[in-house]
C-alpha cells in the first residue's frame, strides 16, 4: 500500500509541477503559488472529515508549520526555476536531491540502508551534473537564468519537506496537512505582500493554477498516508520520482528536446533511485 500510494504522490506531484511551471511562464510565481494553495485547500478541508481519523496534537502542528513553510519555499523556487529554465532540467534535479537526502538524514538518526541505497545515492548525485548540463538553453541564461540554481534550493527544500511532515507522527490523522496548508499560505502571503505582487491572473491560465493547486493537495494527502503505511526513506524515494510525470508532459506539450549526455543522466538518475529503494 505504501508503494501505491507513493507512486499517486509522484504522479499527481510531477502533474502539479508541470502545470504550476507552465502557467508560471506568464505570470509572477508567488502569484501562481500563493493561488494554487488558496484552491487547493478546498478539497483538503472537504476530505478532512472523511479522512481525518487521528488526534490533536501540539507537536504535530508544530512539525507540520515547519513542513509548510519548507514546502512552501521549495514550490515556490521549484516553479521559478520550471519557468525560468528547461523543465526536464529542472525537475529532475530536485527529485535526486529529495530522494537523497531522507537517506542521509537516516543513516545520521541511526537507520542503516544497504550497500544498493548508499550506492544509489552517490549514482543519483552524480547524475544531477549530467543533468544540468544544457549546452542549448530554451532562455537567455545571460537574462533569464537557468533554473538550475532554484531546482537546487527546491530540491533541499522538499527534503526537509519529506523529513519533517513524518515526524508529525502515526496517529495523528490529517491534522499535520492543516498546519502545512496555514504555514505555507502565510509564508507566500507575507511575500505577496512584501514584493507588492498582483493578484492579478494572466487571462487563459487560471485553469492550470486551480488544477495544479488541487494535484499538490492531493499528492500531500497521497503522501502522508504512506509515511504511515511504510519507511521514511522508501517513501520519499518514491515519491521523489515526480519528474517523470513532468518531463513526459514537456515533452509531449513543449515539446522539449533532451541531449544525448542528459538521457544518459535520466537513466543514472532512474538507476539510483532504483537502488535507492530496493537497497
Not at 31 to 45: A, H, N
Not at 51 to 73: E, K, V
Not at 228 to 256: D, K, Q
Amino acid at each position: 500500500m505504501a508503494i501505491a500510494l507513493s507512486l499517486l504522490a509522484a504522479l499527481a506531484y510531477g502533474a502539479a509541477d508541470f502545470l504550476g511551471g507552465f502557467v508560471s511562464k506568464r505570470n509572477e510565481v508567488l502569484r501562481v503559488v500563493l493561488l494554487s494553495q488558496v484552491f487547493g485547500t478546498l478539497p483538503l478541508v472537504l476530505a478532512f472529515p472523511l479522512l481525518n481519523d487521528g488526534r490533536y496534537s501540539t507537536g504535530s502542528m508544530f512539525w507540520g508549520a515547519l513542513a509548510g513553510l519548507a514546502g512552501g519555499t521549495g514550490v515556490a523556487l521549484l516553479y521559478r526555476g520550471l519557468a525560468r529554465g528547461r523543465m526536464s532540467v529542472v525537475a529532475p534535479i530536485t527529485s535526486v536531491e529529495a530522494a537523497a537526502v531522507p537517506v542521509l538524514f537516516g543513516l545520521i538518526i541511526g537507520e542503516r540502508p544497504g550497500a544498493g541505497a548508499l550506492i544509489g545515492v552517490g549514482i543519483a548525485l552524480l547524475a544531477v551534473g549530467l543533468i544540468s548540463m544544457t549546452p542549448e538553453p530554451t532562455a537567455d541564461p545571460e537574462r533569464d537564468g537557468t533554473g538550475i540554481p532554484e531546482g537546487i534550493g527546491a530540491g533541499l527544500a522538499f527534503a526537509a519537506f519529506f523529513i519533517l511532515l513524518d515526524k508529525t507522527g502515526d496517529d495523528t490523522g490529517m491534522w499535520p496537512l492543516l498546519a502545512v496548508r496555514g504555514a505555507s499560505m502565510s509564508l507566500l502571503a507575507v511575500g505577496v505582500l512584501t514584493t507588492r505582487t498582483s493578484l492579478r491572473v494572466t487571462p487563459g491560465t487560471m485553469w492550470g493554477i486551480v488544477v495544479s493547486g488541487v494535484l499538490d493537495v492531493s499528492a500531500n494527502i497521497f503522501y502522508l498516508l504512506a509515511t504511515r503505511e511504510g519507511l521514511l526513506s522508501l517513501v520519499a524515494v518514491i515519491t521523489s520520482m515526480y519528474p517523470a510525470a513532468t518531463v513526459l508532459l514537456a515533452r509531449i506539450v513543449l515539446t522539449e528536446r533532451l541531449v544525448r549526455i542528459q538521457i544518459v543522466g535520466l537513466v543514472m538518475a532512474g538507476a539510483g533511485i532504483v537502488l535507492i529503494a530496493t537497497g
